[in-house]
């Protein structure tokens, strides 16, 4: 594998299925069982999970919730999501930890770098909850900033869509999909890959990028064997 410790950015939405809100039972087996099987292969596989399939800080307009206990509400979502993927993880055999920004020993450990890529040598997978642990940071930049602390060979975005495009593929049937792209032609290109902040992070610390559909089963694999599917931004 060219891969040997990845970062997953999983959206809170991707956990929903089919459903409007909550757990999809269905949609969390599928991703774990695609984690599974790089796991089976050796990968280290860190993940963040986002925590929009139980809230969003859109949310609180005009409910008199502040932006900064929005963000919080978000945090706590996605503790629950981690949780979950955890034990559904684990019901297939294989030792998973959360790790989370804020302090809740009940919960989750605290995250600690060394303590993190410990359980990877270990053999486990680490899940990071709680984003930041900060308002006004999504889980995109979370997912930036521990894929750097790790050192992961590359942060992976699952999303709807098959990688990178010059245009919204959901708009444009003609609409161009990158195998590889540069940071400066992104940003050249005004090219959607991931926010600002997680996206200077990546960038500036040279940690790769990989954006490819998780709604496809079996493109996590073909993905890290090497496959044509989905995009790098690369420096």
Avoid at 96 to 114: C, G, H, L, N, W
Avoid at 155 to 169: E, I, M, W, Y
């Amino acid at each position: 594998m060219k891969y040997k410790r990845i970062l997953l950015k999983l959206s809170g939405e991707a956990l929903m299925g089919k459903n409007n809100f909550g757990i999809s039972s269905e949609a969390i087996s599928n991703y774990a069982e695609e984690i599974i099987e790089i796991h089976k292969r050796g990968i280290q596989t860190g993940i963040v999970v986002g925590g929009g399939n139980f809230y969003r800080g859109l949310q609180a307009k005009n409910t008199g919730i502040t932006k900064i206990s929005g963000d919080k509400i978000g945090m706590l979502a996605t503790v629950m999501n981690a949780l979950a993927l955890r034990d559904v993880l684990e019901k297939f055999g294989v030792a998973t930890r959360v790790q989370s920004a804020i302090v809740m020993p009940q919960f989750a450990e605290i995250f600690i770098k060394e303590k993190a890529i410990n359980h990877f040598e270990k053999g486990r997978i680490v899940i990071f909850a709680a984003g930041t642990g900060n308002p006004y940071f999504t889980t995109d930049s979370a997912a930036a900033l521990r894929a750097i602390e790790i050192n992961a060979d590359i942060l992976l975005k699952a999303t709807n869509v098959d990688g990178v495009f010059d245009s919204d593929p959901k708009k444009n049937p003609n609409a161009k999909l990158f195998d590889t792209v540069t940071f400066s032609e992104c940003i050249e290109k005004k090219l959607n890959v991931m926010d600002l902040t997680a996206f200077t992070l990546c960038s500036e610390n040279n940690v790769h990028i990989g954006v490819l559909n998780l709604h496809k089963k079996g493109n996590l694999l073909k993905f890290l064997e090497g496959e044509k599917i989905g995009s790098i931004v690369t420096n």
